[in-house]
């Protein structure tokens, strides 16, 4: 580990400042964007794609720069994984990009844009809320069948010392 970091350390591309990062994950990001509203080509803005592993980690990259903290933040990044998740599942990956399709065919370049990103951050919302009731009541549940096998394990512990005269 202690190699990779060192060799990863006098790579040019490591060594940006976060301004050059945010620049080279716009580029790389607007590149399939802009062959997708040309050609329609949903390959060009899959996970897979090439520009779309650039540019998340160029994202990646400015953000281990960047030294803040906020709670509000903690508090969401802790469900961004269930976002990825839930629009990635097969039963809503289909209709996801079904909306966005006709979403781009009815509104075009630039209203598009604008839908996309309101739409995303609502979407984000949602995902963000269902994931905290899953947490909550996970916890709840375990919380509840924790107490119920600790109270069972402590009566057995008691019939236990009481069979044997403790």
Not at 26 to 33: A, G, Q, R
Not at 97 to 111: C, N, Q, S, T, V
């Amino acid at each position: 580990a202690a190699l990779l970091y060192q060799y990863l350390s006098n790579v040019k591309i490591f060594n940006l400042n976060t301004s050059e990062h945010l620049l080279l994950y716009v580029l790389f990001t607007s590149i399939p964007v802009i062959l997708f509203a040309t050609k329609h080509d949903l390959g060009t803005i899959a996970y897979s794609s090439p520009f779309v592993i650039l540019a998340s980690v160029f994202f990646f990259l400015a953000f281990t720069k960047m030294h803040f903290s906020s709670k509000a933040i903690n508090y969401i990044s802790v469900s961004t994984l269930s976002i990825y998740l839930i629009h990635c599942h097969p039963l809503i990956a289909p209709h996801f990009k079904e909306l966005m399709r006709d979403a781009y065919d009815f509104l075009g370049g630039g209203l598009y844009m604008l839908f996309a990103i309101i739409f995303a951050t609502c979407y984000g919302f949602c995902c963000v809320v269902l994931d905290k009731a899953r947490i909550w009541t996970w916890n709840l549940l375990c919380k509840h069948l924790l107490n119920s096998i600790l109270s069972q394990f402590n009566n057995f512990i008691d019939k236990l010392f009481t069979r044997i005269g403790l």
